[in-house]
């Protein structure tokens, strides 16, 4: 199908003017590196469906190792492994009671954002 006159050809502009009051204004707003490199190791968390699975999980209650494991059907080492990441990524955080580790989200952000991510992929 043909591209109307008014879009540009694939990914370049037509013109090779820059807007520098536009340029400046991105610029001034933009986190630094290091908290954009941060936020895509974020995302890459997240990018991974058994850990999604989990947080899913722990969205509403506290769980123990043992009864994740049971829900999604993995091995305890399995969810261990996984909730090391999720911890690291301080997306999740636990108790000990005795020899038994409680987990749950570490605060209403992380539900948020797995919220948001079902109601974009469900509204319609």
């Known amino acids: 199908m043909p591209e109307s006159k ?14 520098e009051d536009l340029i400046e204004s991105v610029r001034a707003d933009m986190p630094d ?5 941060d936020l895509a190791e974020l995302y890459r968390i997240f990018a991974d469906s058994t850990r999604i699975r989990i947080l899913y999980v722990l969205f509403e209650k506290e769980v123990c190792v043992c009864d994740i494991a049971e829900l999604l059907n993995m091995t305890v080492s399995a969810v261990s492994h996984q909730l090391r990441l999720l911890r690291g990524a301080h997306l999740v955080r636990f108790r000990r009671v005795g020899k038994v580790c409680f987990y749950s989200l570490a ?5 948020t954002i797995i919220g948001q991510g079902i109601e974009h992929l469900t509204e319609g």
């Open 6 to 19: 008014n879009a540009p050809l694939g990914d370049c502009c037509e013109e090779t003017a820059v807007h």
């Open 33 to 37: 590196i290091a908290v954009l490199y």
């Open 107 to 111: 605060d209403d952000h992380v539900k």
